[in-house]
């Protein structure tokens, strides 16, 4: 069997779902090489950049830069990742950020990966062109793939919900742990140690690992339940945001639709709130 998946949509690895696809792609080239298949990824070279090692010796099915802009990158998915994968010989498509990124009637055996649809619940998600894709054009052309897979039996219940499809058609495959990466470490070793040392952290602390998107990710909900709790006032106090990019940190706890009933949330009496560059 020859497995081709798609590598568009996933924020260029650093994402939930970039993650997700990068530890998901060495895990089945090793099945599927075991199995007597092949796995062959498609996406721009950046794509091939962003996932780096993960790719191994995937064969590689280039499609121009052009398409690393959002909208025409979904329009591409959309009308020609089906053509291309076939032409490549693909005896399956696997759409692994199909909540992103889907194709229209695809030509051959197509599995969607949903991860969420988030956007269905939580008002101004995203700008009204991309709500009206997701909406009108993503939901339609998820409605056409041969399997439907869903992270969660949340999630699940969206896509029954929003395809209007029935229960049994999408299938529920949990996400796992990298224990290769997310292993137990002690507490005094050097790593630990050095990561303490550089975010200030010198009394007990509520680890949050989430990009900094308002409102898709709550972290302002966090900040309003953490403020007035005397266990977090005393014992925790800081609350430090380590952000790759402090300004855009900055902007996104403060809420660019909704600042001033964000400013409250963002600057609680009872926390002190630091930004800094980098995550140690």
């Given at each position: 069997?020859?497995?081709?998946i ?16 990068r530890?998901v ?11 007597g ?16 090692s ?16 959002p909208?025409?990158?979904a ?9 291309e994968?076939r032409v490549?010989?693909a ?28 956007q ?9 062109l ?8 993503l ?21 029954v919900?929003?395809l209007?499809c ?5 299938r ?6 990298d224990?290769?990466?997310f ?7 050097s790593?630990?140690a050095?990561?303490?040392r ?27 339940a ?18 790759a ?7 996104s706890l403060?809420g ?5 009933e964000?400013?409250?949330a ?15």
């Amino acid at each position: 069997m020859r497995v081709v998946i798609a590598l568009g949509g996933i924020d260029r690895g650093r994402s939930g779902i970039g993650r997700y696809v990068r530890a998901v792609l060495p895990r089945l080239n090793e099945q599927l090489t075991h199995a007597g298949g092949t796995l062959a990824v498609l996406g721009t070279a950046r794509d091939f950049d962003d996932c780096g090692s993960a790719l191994g010796d995937a064969d590689r099915i280039q499609i121009p830069s052009l398409y690393e802009a959002p909208a025409l990158s979904a329009l591409w998915y959309l009308f020609r990742a089906g053509r291309e994968a076939r032409v490549a010989g693909a005896d399956v498509l696997l759409l692994p950020a199909a909540n992103r990124r889907a194709t229209w009637r695809s030509t051959l055996p197509t599995v969607a990966v949903v991860h969420d649809l988030a956007q269905f619940h939580i008002p101004h998600k995203y700008d009204a062109l991309r709500m009206f894709y997701v909406k009108r054009v993503l939901t339609a052309a998820l409605r056409t793939a041969s399997e439907l897979v869903a992270v969660s039996e949340a999630t699940r219940k969206d896509v029954v919900w929003r395809l209007g499809c029935s229960r049994e058609r999408v299938r529920v495959v949990y996400n796992g742990v990298d224990t290769q990466l997310f292993a137990p470490a002690e507490r005094e070793s050097s790593p630990v140690a050095d990561a303490r040392r550089a975010a200030g952290l010198r009394r007990p602390y509520l680890l949050y690992a989430s990009r900094l998107e308002h409102p898709g990710k709550n972290h302002v909900r966090l900040l309003r339940a953490a403020s007035p709790q005397p266990v977090f006032a005393r014992r925790l106090r800081r609350f430090r945001v380590c952000a790759a990019h402090p300004r855009l940190a900055e902007v996104s706890l403060a809420g660019r639709r909704r600042a001033g009933e964000c400013a409250g949330a963002y600057r609680p009496s009872a926390l002190d709130v630091s930004i800094q560059s980098g995550m140690p």
